[in-house]
């Protein structure tokens, strides 16, 4: 507060379909949440965001649904990401103070209409002005790459709901792919796997961790046998059974093959001239699906150029939209407007 004006507020929100970041200009990331929230559906009040809600998944009673707002990077319930989107400003203090500026991250596959839909759910929400940034560029000033360089800068992202590559020289992409598959994708294939091969559901928390402890798409050390537990589909009742690495990765294998597909198809569309700038500078992984035990491998083996995990992938996305908060008149060529203007 300056003379009894409200300070105005730069915040940039990573809006994705596993967990919401938001870092305000000047403090860097104040909120990491799961993006889920709670609500009773006989009364339409909202119980629970974030965490609180996520450890609600598979765990109420009917009337009371924990729900992930965004699927595969799009908006599916228009009122209930307002909601949250609101709920998350809330978090952070944004009504104690006056005109609130927002950076909305979003994946370059969504369409025109869900980009008017996620601005005017920031607005709705409390934001007076909203920019948009696309995923991979955001992540790629995140990881540290010389976006403004005439060399070739490629990222990975693989998200919850989506997994993008592109190519960055000068400013801008040259060369995109995007498909709407993430981590997401893997859980639901070990929870088929699960009921195919051993006729049992688990749920989604169970298929993450299966995931998390013995998860990977290349062979890696110390691997070990996980023990799991679901209700057997035949009787109904609770039921244990051991997965192995191996089967965790043929389960795996349609996802993480989507995902590699995708990158080397990014390659292929890449000018020569910049495409042999990888062999120097390598590949950069950033996002949650990006962790996957092996996957850097895999992705190095295939597409035969280098690729490293950035130092901080989860947060490399909502950081890089942070630079370009705090750089704005250099990275503002990177910023897309719906509406009004800074």
Known sequence: MVGGIPLARDLA??????????YE????????????????????????VGREAWQMIGRTPSYIVAVRPLR??????????????????QQVGVGRFGKTRVVVCVPSVITPVERRAVTDAARRAGASDVRLIDQPMAAAIGSGLPIHEPIGNMVID???????????SMGGIVSLKAIRVGSFDFDAALQNYARRVHGVAIGERTAEEIKVQIGSAWAVEDEFD?????RDLTTGLPRTFILSPDQVRSALDEPVQAVIDSVVDCLSQAPPELSQDLLVHGVHLVGGGGLLKGLAQRIENDARVPVRIVRTPMEAVVLGAGR???????????LNSYGNRW
């Open 226 to 230: 996980a023990e799991v537990k679901g």
């Open 324 to 334: 370009a908060l705090d750089n704005f008149e250099a990275l503002s060529s990177t």
């Open 72 to 89: 595969k990077g799009a908006i599916t319930d228009f009122d209930t990401t307002q909601r949250m989107i609101r709920l998350i400003l």
């Open 158 to 168: 693989v998200g919850g709901g989506t997994a993008e590559t592109a190519m960055v």
């Open 13 to 22: 929100i990573d809006l994705g379909t596993a967990n919401t970041l938001v």
């Open 25 to 48: 200009r000047g403090r860097g990331i104040v909120l990491n949440e799961p993006s889920v929230i709670a609500m009773n559906e006989r009364t339409g009040d909202v119980l629970a």
